[in-house]
């Protein structure tokens, strides 16, 4: 019979991995949500703000993806295991190293993400 416990971190790091890249993701599709919101709105009306519901609604979108990441790396990165300095590479450190980047990746995207709202809240005329 096989060990179950290397299938649950292989399961587990799965997840971490695909988690890792979904951070910087909302924050590419918020970003690129933001630039065409605006060029459409500004060739349309000629008013930057015009629908800001439909904005704050894609940025609440964006930022609770990247809470629900962040999330999930927190719990991971709690995994019991040796405290540091990691001399040797175990299975549970590189878990928690991937799920600690992942929750860096989150608060980073988070930043960006408000960053990229900000105009909304400054600029209301198209120049």
């Known amino acids: 019979m096989s060990d179950p416990a290397p299938r649950k971190w292989e399961h587990r790091l799965r997840i971490t991995l695909w988690v890792l890249i979904v951070p910087p993701t909302a924050w590419a599709a918020h970003f690129l949500f933001s630039y065409l919101w605006a060029a459409i709105s500004c ?6 703000a ?4 439909l904005y704050i609604g894609g940025t609440v979108l964006a930022l609770a993806v990247i809470a629900l ?10 995994t019991p295991g040796d405290p540091p300095p990691h ?3 175990t299975r549970i450190d590189r878990l928690r190293f991937l ?6 990746l989150a608060a ?3 930043v960006g993400v408000i960053f ?3 105009p909304v809240v400054f600029l209301r005329e198209c120049t």
């Open 69 to 78: 990441a962040g999330w999930v790396a927190w719990h991971q990165s709690r």
């Open 43 to 48: 060739a349309k009306t000629g008013h930057f």
């Open 99 to 104: 799920a600690t980047a992942t929750l860096l």
């Open 50 to 53: 015009t629908m800001p519901w």
């Open 108 to 110: 980073l995207s988070t």
């Open 87 to 89: 001399q040797e590479s």
């Open 116 to 118: 990229t709202a900000l």
